[in-house]
């Protein structure tokens, strides 16, 4: 897989923390932009959430409401869509994302060490998740990623020391759930800071599909986005040939189908398509 470098420009810098980001994460930054889902997210209160901190700085979160709208939406709970993927909790449900990591809570016995606990707390911030079923997720920040995994076996929450191991993928979808771990490996990198931002042309397109969205937003004209994205000078010189129309054009309808539910399928892998999720 090639990555390279893009040019910047005062518009496509703001995007940049993009390039880290899971395919769960980016199907964030599309629903996010839905007109629907902004229209229902008004019905969020402060209140329907509570939150605690317990040891190591872990935050727990559980819902004091139903949460049936967010559900529809492949969410345990609403979430502010003016949060951008890496600052918005949102967390998929297992049948919206049926590719996330699965770890398993066991007990642990005396003495003995949980690699993936104490590895996350010494380098991560973590948040936890209890659905209207009682399901628990996890999300985990560091290094300018945040990864989600779900919980099975014992709750975290049981009071006893519990040790957490990977679950096993099933046979049908093993590479792809290998391919999503590895993914959230990144958050046990370095600081993000230090690196220039690289991308895949799949990275690129879903970056430049959000731009192009935000530019619609501001009423911004097909050549104006053309400017945003390649520059006004490449502009000039190419536009009037009719492939960068091409192009742009491409982008825009692509964005706007993965904004209205393609992102399901693309990004999460739901066999559910396109739409919000049947409750």
């Known amino acids: 897989m090639k990555l390279y470098t893009l040019p910047e420009n005062s518009v496509t810098k703001h995007y940049n923390f993009l390039w880290r980001m899971t395919r769960d994460r980016w199907a964030w930054e599309y629903q996010r932009r839905e007109r629907e889902y902004i229209d229902d997210a008004t019905t969020i209160s402060p209140d329907d959430v509570s939150e605690i901190e317990v040891c190591h700085s872990i935050k727990v979160y559980k819902s004091r409401v139903p949460q049936t709208l967010a559900e529809r939406w492949g969410l345990i709970m609403m979430v502010d869509p003016s949060l951008n993927a890496i600052e918005a909790n949102a967390v998929w449900t297992k049948e919206a994302f049926p590719d996330q990591v699965a770890i398993n809570?066991?007990?642990?016995?005396?003495?003995?060490e949980c690699e993936i606990y104490d590895k996350s707390v010494s380098l991560c911030k973590i948040s936890h998740f209890t659905d209207a079923y009682g399901n628990e997720f996890l999300l985990t920040r560091g290094n300018g990623c945040l990864f989600q995994s779900r919980c099975t076996g014992l709750s975290l929450l049981s009071g006893q020391p519990v040790k957490m191991d990977l679950a096993l993928p099933d046979f049908e979808s093993y590479d792809r759930k290998v391919k999503a771990h590895k993914e959230g490996m990144r958050v046990f990198g370095d600081d993000p800071h230090a690196e220039t931002p690289?991308?895949?042309?799949?990275t690129q397109m879903l970056r430049d599909g959000l731009i192009a969205l935000d530019c619609l937003d501001l009423d911004m004209s097909h050549r104006e986005i053309a400017n945003v994205l390649y520059g006004p000078e490449r502009v000039n010189a190419e536009w009037e040939h009719g492939r960068m129309r091409d192009a742009i054009n491409y982008i825009i309808s692509r964005a706007k189908a993965l904004r209205d539910g393609g992102f399901r399928v693309e990004l999460l892998g739901s066999h559910l398509g396109p739409g919000k999720v049947a409750a």
Do not use: D
């Open 105 to 112: 809570v066991v007990p642990r016995a005396p003495g003995e």
């Open 198 to 202: 690289k991308w895949t042309k799949r």
